[in-house]
T-cell receptor
Framework: ETGVTQTPRHLVMGMTNKKSLKCEQH?????MYWYKQSAKKPLELMFV???????ENNSVPSRFSPECPNSSHLFLHLHTLQPEDSALYLC?????????????FGSGTRLTVV | AQKITQTQPGMFVQEKEAVTLDCTYD???????LFWYKQPSSGEMIFLIY??????QNATEGRYSLNFQKARKSANLVISASQLGDSAMYFC?????????????FGKGTTLSVSS
């Protein structure tokens, strides 16, 4: 399997639930990212992992908790979310430290918080 | 601070016509990369084309070309011979600096609608 795979594709959760989003890349990249895309808003960078170390946390509420156990896997743990957290969550991977390398994105998880 | 500006919320074009999507950027980095992505309604982000800040030639990939004007800090995407399948959201993005953790920053996007 190649590319970046995100699961699940769709998720509906209540505000008291705990769920996790999973992202897996088979491209040998050393950096992974979480972005949030709300309706009619630009992509918001949430977290950056480089060589499995978190290097950026863009003032994201603590109800979002990332985990990067190895360079191929990235998780986003969700708990006590709010309705305004409903969005498309995109995972991407890349080679870190070089400007001429873009991202490969997963297909995204459409999250609805009810 | 780095910034990407896309001033066209929506563009409309007929099949087989060419269309230009505007992008301007701001950065103090000497070395940076500029990217365009396409996002259909399905949500996936598809890489289209890349231009490096030191590249003297404009990048081309099939029907896509990037009109790079460094002095004006613009990186417009030109789609020749539009097709119905080109209807999507288009994002301009930039990556500057070579330090660890440097992420792509995106513009707000332009929605392109192609009609027959």
């Amino acid at each position: 399997e190649t590319g970046v795979t995100q699961t699940p594709r769709h998720l509906v959760m209540g505000m008291t639930n705990k769920k996790s989003l999973k992202c897996e890349q088979h491209l040998g990249h050393n950096a992974m990212y979480w972005y949030k895309q709300s309706a009619k808003k630009p992509l918001e960078l949430m977290f950056v992992y480089s060589l499995e170390e978190r290097v950026e946390n863009n003032s994201v509420p603590s109800r979002f908790s990332p985990e990067c156990p190895n360079s191929s896997h990235l998780f986003l743990h969700l708990h006590t979310l709010q309705p305004e957290d409903s969005a498309l969550y995109l995972c991407a991977s890349s080679q870190d430290g070089t400007v001429n390398y873009g991202y490969t994105f997963g297909s995204g998880t459409r999250l609805t918080v009810v | 601070a780095q910034k990407i500006t896309q001033t066209q919320p929506g563009m409309f074009v007929q099949e087989k016509e060419a269309v230009t999507l505007d992008c301007t950027y701001d950065t103090s980095d000497q070395s940076y990369g500029l990217f365009w992505y396409k996002q259909p309604s399905s949500g996936e982000m598809i890489f289209l084309i890349y231009q490096g800040s030191y590249d003297e030639q404009n990048a081309t990939e099939g029907r896509y070309s990037l009109n790079f004007q460094k002095a004006r800090k613009s990186a417009n995407l030109v789609i020749s011979a539009s097709q119905l399948g080109d209807s999507a959201m288009y994002f301009c993005a930039m990556r500057g600096g070579n330090q660890a953790g440097t992420a792509l920053i995106f513009g707000k996007g332009t929605t392109l609608s192609v009609s027959s």
